[in-house]
């Protein structure tokens, strides 16, 4: 069976990516000090007991803790402290606040594509560029500044490392210091827009994140910049590789581009069916508080555990035919976006503008199409599922 990864050389590391299943859902990876889990009930059951699997891998993974401080980092929150924080910004992405940005989305993707002629690079013209104006303007940073945050991302992702607990090359250690470097730059950025807004409020969730209480107390101005930290760099990269991938699953599908085509009702489906099929962030980490069975292994305490949804949502005891792509898949349980008590706060706004801007992009371009000439470019990261530059014919 030929797949896109075949394709276009997608991840070598990710197996499933080529139909091949993995012997047992829950693997023990001697060689990198951790646990991989593959199947789906599996790593429903561990996303849904934050009591035994924590979200607080900084205590086991050094080089997270130094690269990433735990101060307000919602990802690496445990309750009650996750609870607290996050209520901070639900309000920010209720089903109505998120619906009242469609006319902002639409008009910024036609803005967008205005600009291009009769060929266009996706991610540089429209994904991304599209999720960082909208979550910038939320925030209440300059949208203008996208060039930096793609920088400062780019350098926190940009690395083909396995992850491993075990002693690191040269080039791994270079790369660290390299990502903290650029982790820094961008909570210094942050930090002084928070600084700022505690002089001169505004009407934006940056304000927000200063101006809140939490038990009584502010969040310090390094809570609100790892905090706002995580909005900026989540609430744009899920939906660039989003985009991305749909458009690359839906070209590579041409019988399933043509039912889209001819009823966009499917087009929501087809989003949902892109996130099972290439699931941008492949895999979530967590840390366990105690020994534990799951998949009929023994976890002991203290492990660090790989959770790979991207082969959940490959898993055939879940999805019939889990390797075929197919827009009308209903139902569609895909965990892409997590399960538990840290599911995707934007997840809602990530679908939106993933169907805004591909509904716009069919009706502009009856003829999109990949360019033969110039095949995408894949983010290197093994974690990660999604393009970095993909040459599309309008």
């Known amino acids: 069976m030929t797949t896109l990864a075949d394709t276009w050389g997608i991840n070598e590391a990710q197996f499933w990516l080529r139909g091949v299943h993995p012997d047992q859902p829950v693997q023990h990876d001697p060689d990198a000090g951790l646990w991989n889990v593959y199947g789906y009930p599996e790593i429903v059951q561990a996303l849904s007991d934050h009591s035994t699997f924590s979200s607080n891998t900084q205590r086991l993974i050094p080089d997270l803790g130094r690269q990433f401080s735990s101060e307000g980092n919602l990802v690496q929150m445990d309750p009650p ?9 639900s309000h920010a992405f209720t089903p109505k606040v998120v619906a009242d940005l469609e006319p902002r989305i639409a008009g ?8 291009v002629s009769d060929r266009t690079e996706l991610v540089a013209d429209l994904a991304y ?16 500044d996208r060039g930096l945050f793609k920088k400062w991302v780019d350098a926190m992702f940009n690395s083909t490392n396995k992850v ?7 080039e791994q250690e270079e790369y660290f210091a390299r990502a903290m470097e650029q982790v820094q730059e961008l909570s210094d950025y942050l930090i002084s827009h928070a600084q700022e807004r ?38 744009h990269i899920t939906t660039t590789m989003l985009l991305g991938n749909t458009v690359l699953c839906l070209d590579a599908h ?8 001819a009823d966009r009702s499917l087009v929501p489906k087809a989003i949902e069916e892109s996130l099972r099929f290439f699931s941008p962030f492949a895999a979530v980490s967590r840390a366990t508080w105690k020994d534990t069975e799951l998949g009929g292994q023994i976890i002991p305490a203290d492990q660090v555990v790989l959770m790979w949804v991207a082969a959940a949502n490959r898993d055939p005891r879940e999805f019939e035919n889990p390797d075929v792509f197919d827009v009308t898949r209903d139902p569609n349980p895909q965990i892409a976006f997590g399960r538990g008590i840290h599911f995707c706060l934007g997840a809602p706004l990530a679908r939106l503008e993933g169907r805004v801007a591909l509904n716009i992009l ?31 014919l309008l």
């Open 129 to 144: 560029p599209l999720p960082v104006i909208v979550i910038a303007e939320l925030l209440g940073v300059p949208s203008s």
């Open 362 to 392: 069919l009706d502009r371009f009856p003829d999109l199409r990949t360019d033969p000439a110039a095949p995408p470019e894949f983010m290197p990261a093994p974690t990660m599922t999604g393009v970095n530059k993909l040459p599309l």
């Open 164 to 170: 491993t607990l075990k002693a690191r090359s040269k």
């Open 198 to 235: 505690r002089e001169q409020p505004r009407e934006d969730l940056l304000t927000k994140l200063v101006e809140a209480e939490v038990d009584g107390v502010r969040l310090t101005d390094g809570e609100v910049a790892n905090f706002a930290m995580v909005l900026l760099i989540a609430g």
């Open 108 to 115: 910024l993707t036609n803005e967008l594509l205005d600009a």
């Open 254 to 261: 041409p019988e399933q581009l043509a039912k889209v085509r």
């Open 81 to 89: 402290d996750h609870n607290k924080l996050r209520k901070l910004v």
